[in-house]
C-alpha cells in the first residue's frame, strides 16, 4: 500500500527538479494525489487485487477506472486464449439480447434434445442465481463449463447471474442450451439474466443506474411472461465490502422502491448477491410489508442459510473462516395474490470440479414456484 500511496504522489507532481512547488499548486498536487489513492483503493476493491496491482493499472491507463479495469480483465484472458486458439467476441450492447441457441454445438446437442423431450410443467418454473466470480481468472474456463454443467442439470426458467465477464458471454454461448441472455453491461464485470425459450417470453427490459456507486452497480429488470402469467424480474451485484455498507443500504432502497412502483397485475421477483447484514435491513426498517425474503417465507431452511462459507469454500483459500447469507431472493406477489408462491430453495454448485476448485466462491440458489393457473 505504500508503494502504491507513493506511486500515486509522484504521478500527481510534476515540477522542476528541486523547485517547491507554490501553495496553491501544493494544494491541487495533495488534492489529485488524494483521488488517485482513493481509486487505487477502489479498484482493488473490486478486483480483489493488492493497491499496488491497482496502482500499476489505474497509471497505465491514465487513471482512467473503466479503462484500467477492462485491461485488467481482458490481459490474462486474451493470452490464454491466444495460446488455446483464440475465442469469438461477445458482440453485445448494454441490456441487449444475446440467442444462445444460434450456435449450438454437438456437446450441448443433447442437452437440447434432452430438454426438448422433457414435458413443460405449467404448474411450476424453476430460478438460479449465482455470483459466479468472473473477478477471479484462475480455472476461468473450467469453471465456466461447471456453471453450465449445473445450468444443464437443473434446467431452470430463469438464471440471475452476477460478476459476468465479458469472456463469459462466449463461454454461456458454447456451453448453454437455449437461452437468450441480457447482460446489464459488456465492459468490466456486470450482471446478466437468462431466460429459457421458448418458454420464458421476453417482453422489455430497462438497466436502473445506481447514481453514486464505485463499483459499477446497477439493476438489471427484465419483464417476462411465464405460462401466461406477467412478471418482473430484477437482479444486481449490491455494492461489496463492510465499508460500503451506506451505499448497499442506498441501493436496497432503489430496489425496494422499483419493486413496489410495478404494476399490482405483476408478480415481482428480485434475486442477486446483495451482500447485505440483517443489520442493514433493520436499518430501513425491515422488508415492506408486501415484500417478502423467499428463505424466510419458506421457514429459513438451515440447508440454504448461508451462499458464502470460506469453511466449506475453499477457493479464496481464507485463512479467516467465515459464513453469510450474502444472496437472497425477494418476492412481491401480484396483487390478487396466489398466482406465484415459492415452493423450495436449495444450494448448488457444492462439489468441487476436476480442476479442484468449486465454480464459485459462492453458492448458488435453486429457487422452485408453484404457478397456480
Known sequence: EEAAAAAADEGAR????????????????????????????EFAAITS???????????????????????????PLEKEEAAAGGMPPACAGPGSCIDLTADATTSNASVNSTDSRQQEDDSSFSLISWNIDGLDLGNLKERARGICSYLALYSPDVVFLQEVIPPHLCLLQ???????IIPGNIDGYFTAIMLKKPRVKLLKHEIIPFPTTSMMRNLLVVYVSISGNEICLMTSHLESTKNHSKE???????????????SESNTVIF?????LRDSEVTKLGNLPNNITDVWEFLGKPQHCRYTW??????NLGAQYKCKMRLDRI????????GHIIPRSMDLIGLEKLDCGRFPSDHWGLLCNFDLIL
Request: hydrophobic share 35%.
Open 330 to 337: 425477494y418476492f412481491r406477489p401480484a396483487a390478487d395474490g
Open 309 to 314: 462459507d470460506t469453511h466449506s469454500n475453499t
Open 14 to 41: 510534476c515540477p522542476q527538479a528541486g523547485e517547491p512547488l507554490p501553495e496553491e499548486e501544493e494544494e491541487e498536487v495533495l488534492h489529485l494525489a488524494k483521488q488517485r489513492r482513493m481509486l487505487c483503493s
Open 271 to 275: 434475486g442477486g448477491d446483495t451482500n
Open 248 to 262: 448497499r443500504v442506498k441501493q436496497l432502497q432503489i430496489v425496494l422502491n422499483k419493486m413496489q412502483m410495478e
Open 49 to 75: 487485487s493488492d493497491a499496488e496491482v491497482a496502482c500499476s493499472f489505474l497509471a497505465g491507463n491514465d487513471w482512467h477506472m473503466q479503462r484500467a479495469l477492462n485491461a485488467y480483465f481482458e490481459r
Open 174 to 180: 458454447v456451453g448453454a442450451g437455449s437461452y437468450t
